[in-house]
């Protein structure tokens, strides 16, 4: 990853005080209310549909493209001397693409070379770092302020004083000797404004309006240093001095090369059409019985669009988002998993694809695919695409696991379970202002985190996706146990749970792969040798005890573990996988599966439930989650434990969820789940196997008030980077033929071929879904080329696309229930 890693107190503190604006609210500054409604999509992303003068502010300026003037003079661009200056006419001005990093700061192209097979070169303003003195191969500022603005020599028209924002720079003046002369041997030292050619720290700009007046200054990010435009070139001036030649009107100019990005390959054909009811004819793509007030799209009920960061970071390589792009979001995994992969022990563990091709962006040509688990899948763009085919809301869960965490050679990040769910929340409020920035302004883009249905409701009317924080980690609070002993309090259970709902966690896994201070875990039984004696181990780590068994109740079938998601992968759970090659337990750890094997409590039994039900702790959580109207999950909790949670919660007439498959014990739970007004949502598939999934969950027996016309509605999970695979899809070169272009479910966009840099994707060579854009494709796929009943097709698409409406009557459900 990319990010300069801040110390988990900063984390907390950032998002709180993004929290308390208001969600990445407006800053405090003199520009305009942001304007309200959808963004259009573009393969330019995010360009900016220009406003009117009167109302334009810093953010309007998003992927636009502008020329700058300030006192009759032009920025101007020389490529061939690589330089930067100033001119009197007009017709000599650069054009400067505007590409926001976040919230009012750019980067300022004027140019862009693809070169192929490379990352490419780009012609940005920016500061030169010639000795290589202040960045790192990232981009990242990791010199230090004070001798950068020392060294900017003649170029810089530096007017100190107390007041300016320089600090240790008037100490340092005097002591950078270094940069006395221009050259060390062949090597040019003095920084200096320039024409750079990459993204980096040095190259942003921050932009603020002065006054009622459309005019802005801009400010090198780092430095602080001011921008002028004067007759003899370009100047950075102290912020305490700045005068007319700072001020700068951005006026709009065509010929800019766009910011090199994902493409969506989405028309939209119909932006004001109907986003809630259908009336087209194709017997695929309508609706029956809904009403028009009702939200027609689907829900992802369970991702992990922040898993980049978790367990101690730098195994799953690559972002949903990145300050410079795609080319620095999805680069060269290298840099996690070495030459060729050969040392991404985590990705040779759980993908089974040997080494690989490191190389991402622009070539992409070993990764990302539906089975190679530890590169990124849910880029932001991505994503994006599948917002348009009809995704309305999206569940994020924060995901960590501590044993796996200091276990991880590589990890760069705290492995404390509060101080790794804060870090994640901290980067989904920079990944949504990010896309804010991207569309014009706070609140502008197309991403946004709800915290209650009627917010969520909001969004999607405008044409958005409401995003849903929750936690799913093993040790949720600091709760574990060991010998029985609970490591935490009721106190600190309340403390820390009214912290992460302030900062806009809505829902709970009480339980995950190992016994907690809550409960037992559901045990995983997936087929294959060894697999459940690894997690087994695990949990005897982690608690001092072994997982203990008991008789299953009669009659009722269990279906703990995923086997239809990962059996035909290999023989090991890829959890378990990752375990096992990380040498979980150091020498005490068996050398083979078959050694591992006679570790399995239940070797010679039948006896296959825990037998820790829900404690003490866990019924005051439950009681304390239903107090704050959360949403609880009780996948991967014993069958005791879950028979429990809803013992506590059906007379409150308060609904629970089983998001992600058959993680939630039995079909009789699920059965009794979706009885209580429950969400149960299997993984997505492929073709009538998908079909077959959505038909079961979409009607099983439904709280008749949480029933959207005659459909329940079936979301589905997919789990993306959390160490599970994505769909495959056994189509061919025909069917590929036959399948683009296609139009969205709603009739409003019409997809192509996704592309990302020079790699097309596609279902049908082998990679499945790939990445998460890919989710259009593979539901139109489901509905041309499944075998199953054409009718059960038609229904299967009916319980999806009302699946987004179930999911918020669900929840105001919940915040319906009586205390």
């Given at each position: ?36 409604g959808p963004s259009t999509p573009s393969d330019n992303p995010g360009a900016s549909q220009h406003k009117e003068t ?77 000795a290589g003195e202040f960045l790192d191969e990232a981009g990242n500022f990791i010199g230090e302020v004070s001798y ?608 990302t840099g020079d790699r097309e994707f596609s279902l049908y060579d082998g990679r499945g879904v790939a990445h998460y ?47």
């Amino acid at each position: 990853m990319n990010y300069n890693k801040r110390s988990m107190r900063t984390a907390w503190a950032f998002v709180s005080a993004m929290l308390i604006a208001g969600c990445g609210g407006s800053e405090t500054d003199n520009d305009s209310s942001p304007q309200q409604g959808p963004s259009t999509p573009s393969d330019n992303p995010g360009a900016s549909q220009h406003k009117e003068t009167a109302a334009l502010d810093r953010y309007s300026f998003a992927n636009g493209c502008y020329t700058l003037e300030a006192k009759g003079r032009y920025l101007s661009a020389d490529p061939q001397s690589g330089q930067y200056s100033t001119t009197g006419d007009a017709t000599q001005a650069a054009a400067f693409r505007m590409r926001p990093t976040r919230l009012g700061a750019y980067l300022m192209m004027s140019g862009y070379q693809r070169n192929t097979g490379e990352v490419g070169r780009f012609d940005l303003l920016g500061i030169s770092d010639p000795a290589g003195e202040f960045l790192d191969e990232a981009g990242n500022f990791i010199g230090e302020v004070s001798y950068l603005v020392a060294g900017l020599g003649d170029t810089t028209n530096l007017v100190l004083d107390p007041v300016a924002p320089l600090g240790d720079a008037l100490r340092s003046i005097g002591e950078s000797l270094e940069f006395t002369g221009d050259q060390i041997g062949d090597t040019t030292v003095n920084p200096a404004l320039a024409m750079v050619d990459a993204p980096s720290d040095l190259s942003v700009w921050q932009l603020q309006r002065l006054g009622d007046q459309q005019q802005y200054t801009l400010a090198s990010d780092v430095t602080g240093l001011m921008l002028s435009a004067r007759e003899d070139g370009l100047a950075l001036v102290s912020p305490s001095v700045i005068d007319e030649t700072g001020a700068f009107t951005l006026k709009e100019a065509e010929g800019c090369n766009h910011y090199p990005e994902a493409e969506l390959n989405a028309e939209v054909l119909d932006s004001q059409g109907p986003a809630t009811y259908l009336t087209e004819v194709d017997r695929f793509r309508k609706v029956k019985g809904i009403d028009r007030d009702d939200i027609f799209g689907f829900v992802d009920t369970h991702s992990h669009i922040s898993a980049y960061e978790f367990i101690g970071g730098r195994v799953n390589y690559g972002a949903p988002f990145h300050r410079f792009g795609v080319t620095h979001a999805l680069h060269d995994c290298e840099a996690v998993h070495g030459p060729w992969g050969a040392t991404g022990f985590v990705e040779l563990a759980t993908s089974g694809i040997g080494t690989h091709d490191t190389q991402g962006w622009p070539t992409f040509n070993d990764w990302p695919r539906y089975n190679s688990l530890q590169h990124h899948q849910s880029y932001y763009r991505w994503m994006e695409r599948a917002h348009l085919a009809g995704m309305k809301i999206l569940v994020n869960h924060l995901v960590h696991n501590e044993i796996l965490c200091r276990i991880n050679p590589q990890k760069e990040n705290d492995c404390d379970p509060m101080e790794s769910i804060l870090l994640q929340i901290q980067r989904m409020y920079e990944m949504q202002d990010y896309i804010d920035a991207q569309h014009g302004g706070p609140g502008e883009g197309w991403f946004q985190i709800v915290t209650s249905p009627a917010q969520a409701r909001n969004v999607i009317k405008d044409g958005k996706l409401a995003v849903v924080l929750g936690i799913e980690m093993s040790k949720v609070f600091k709760c574990g146990e060991f010998l029985g002993v609970a490591e935490c309090t009721r106190e600190q259970i309340v403390e820390r749970l009214d912290q992460f709902y302030q900062l806009g966690v809505r829902n709970i896994f009480p339980v995950h792969k190992f016994d907690n201070a809550f409960g037992g875990h559901l045990p995983d039984l997936s087929t294959g040798i060894g697999i459940g004696p690894i997690l087994y181990a695990g949990n005897l780590l982690e608690t001092g005890h072994p997982v203990e068994f008991e008789q299953c109740p009669e009659n009722v079938e269990y279906t703990g573990g995923e086997p239809d998601q990962n059996a035909s992968l290999q023989p090991f759970g890829l959890f378990d996988q990752l375990l096992y090659q990380m040498d979980y337990l150091g020498e005490r750890f068996p050398e083979t599966p078959e050694e591992m094997a006679a570790l399995d409590p239940r070797r010679g039994t039948d006896q296959l439930c825990n037998r820790r039900g829900l404690s003490d702790l866990g019924d005051f959580l439950i009681e304390e989650l239903v107090r704050r109207k959360m949403m609880i999950e009780t996948d991967h909790i014993s069958r005791k434990a879950a028979a429990r949670i809803l013992e506590i919660t059906r007379p409150l007439d308060y609904p629970v969820i089983n998001s992600h498959g058959s993680w939630g014990g039995t079909e009789a739970l699920r059965d009794r789940i979706a009885a209580q007004g429950g969400i149960t949502a299997s993984f997505g598939g492929t073709r009538e196997d998908w079909v077959r999934k959505l038909t079961r969950d979409g009607n099983r027996p439904r709280h008749q008030d949480l029933k959207v016309g005659p459909f329940g509605g079936a979301g589905f999970a997919s789990d993306v980077n959390g160490i599970a695979q994505l769909a495959s899809n056994p189509g061919t070169a025909e069917d590929e033929a036959g399948l683009y272009p296609f139009t969205s479910i709603d009739g409003r966009v019409r997809f192509d071929v996704q592309t990302t840099g020079d790699r097309e994707f596609s279902l049908y060579d082998g990679r499945g879904v790939a990445h998460y854009g890919l989710y259009p494709d593979q539901i139109e796929d489901m509905i041309r080329n499944s075998d199953a009943d054409p009718e059960q097709v038609d229904d299967a698409i009916n319980q999806l696309f009302t699946s987004a409406e179930a999911y918020l009557r669900m929840w105001e459900r919940i915040e319906s229930a009586p205390l």
